[in-house]
């Protein structure tokens, strides 16, 4: 069903999500109320996976260093959505047609990415604690930051092939730019 709502978005009918997972439309019903509840549910259980696994990354991250947590992190996002359907999945909340659903659906991301936000945060003030990060504009730095990995994955909509390459060249300018370390771009 996942695939199928990545691919055409809350457009996808009852009969095709039941074809889909082989059971009748009645079948569907007895586990569903509606296909908004089932899209619901399939988004809550892809947030709650993405999350699950940051939490589990971010843990990971306690002993290294700010420029590691922060590549770390920011890979770890390229990494999960390599698999390119799970963006287009989340992407096609925006165009649900059913206003109460779409809201719901957005409430949910938007309280979700607010916890990872504000984990992000404390990460760049840890950097500018140790003096590894620059301190003026570091708001601006955090949002930069969520922005040009999130622009990275709506340009692998457009060209999957290089999706790699744009994370690593983004990240680099990015720690190019932040960093008080005034050496050239590395890794």
């Known amino acids: 069903m996942f695939t199928l709502f990545s691919e055409k978005g809350y457009d996808v009918s009852i009969a095709e999500l039941s074809k889909n997972?082989?059971?009748?439309?009645?079948?569907?019903y007895s586990h569903f109320e509606s296909k908004?509840?089932?899209?619901?549910?399939?988004?809550?259980?892809?947030?709650?996976?993405?999350?699950?696994?940051l939490q589990n990354e971010a843990q990971l991250l306690e002993e290294r260093?700010?420029?590691?947590?922060?590549?770390?992190?920011?890979?770890?996002?390229?990494?999960?959505?390599?698999?390119?359907?799970?963006?287009?999945?989340?992407?096609h909340i925006h165009l649900i047609?059913?206003?109460?659903?779409?809201?719901?659906?957005?409430?949910l991301r938007k309280e979700k990415g607010e916890e990872v936000s504000k984990k992000i945060t404390?990460?760049?003030?840890?950097?500018?604690?140790?003096?590894?990060?620059?301190s003026e504009h570091l708001d601006n730095y955090v949002q930069l930051y969520i922005s040009s990995l999130i622009g990275n994955l709506y340009i692998a909509?457009?060209?999957?092939n290089n999706l790699e390459k744009n994370f690593i060249l983004t990240w680099e300018v990015f720690w190019s730019a932040i960093s008080?370390?005034?050496t050239q771009l590395s890794n």
């Open 21 to 28: 997972v082989g059971l009748k439309p009645s079948s569907i």
């Open 36 to 53: 908004e509840q089932i899209v619901y549910e399939m988004l809550r259980k892809e947030l709650e996976d993405f999350y699950s696994e």
């Open 157 to 160: 909509l457009l060209d999957e």
């Open 65 to 91: 260093s700010v420029k590691e947590s922060l590549k770390h992190m920011y890979f770890f996002a390229f990494k999960y959505y390599k698999d390119i359907k799970k963006f287009k999945f989340l992407n």
């Open 122 to 134: 404390l990460i760049f003030e840890k950097g500018v604690m140790n003096n590894e990060i620059k």
């Open 97 to 107: 047609q059913n206003v109460d659903l779409r809201n719901k659906c957005l409430k």
């Open 180 to 182: 008080n370390n005034k």
